[in-house]
């Protein structure tokens, strides 16, 4: 049985990489820049919800390198180093809750948030 109203599928590979190439980025660093790019190559794919994706990524990257720049300006008075952890942390948080939305095909909830 054919079901011409069906929808569909998205192919979300692409998203789903970036979000795996910012956590590998932790460990390493050149993979985050790797994933910003096909982010932006792809920012106008696909349809809406997967766009959010894409911008949302973008925003992470670019956020993440403040934290990353202030963490090594504040090293110097040993502060610094939480701001990495907080970056870490906040990385990780940001990329499973991604994963998952990606996973559901749902936007990202508040792409424009700083925090998770």
């Not at 720049?69 to 970056?87: D, K, P, Q, R």
């Amino acid at each position: 049985m054919n079901d011409f109203n069906a929808v569909p599928a998205v192919n979300s590979s692409t998203a789903k990489l970036v979000y795996i190439l910012y956590l590998v980025g932790l460990v390493f660093g050149i993979t985050g820049i790797i994933g910003v790019i096909i982010a932006y190559v792809n920012k106008e794919d696909g349809p809406e919800w997967l766009q959010s994706h894409y911008r949302f990524q973008i925003r992470t990257f670019w956020m993440g390198l403040v934290f990353l720049i202030a963490a090594a300006v504040l090293t110097v008075v040993l502060i610094g180093w939480l701001v990495w952890l907080f970056w870490v942390v906040w990385l990780i948080i940001r990329s499973v809750k991604g994963l998952k939305q990606l996973e559901k095909q749902e936007p990202v909830l508040d792409e424009q948030s700083w925090m998770f």
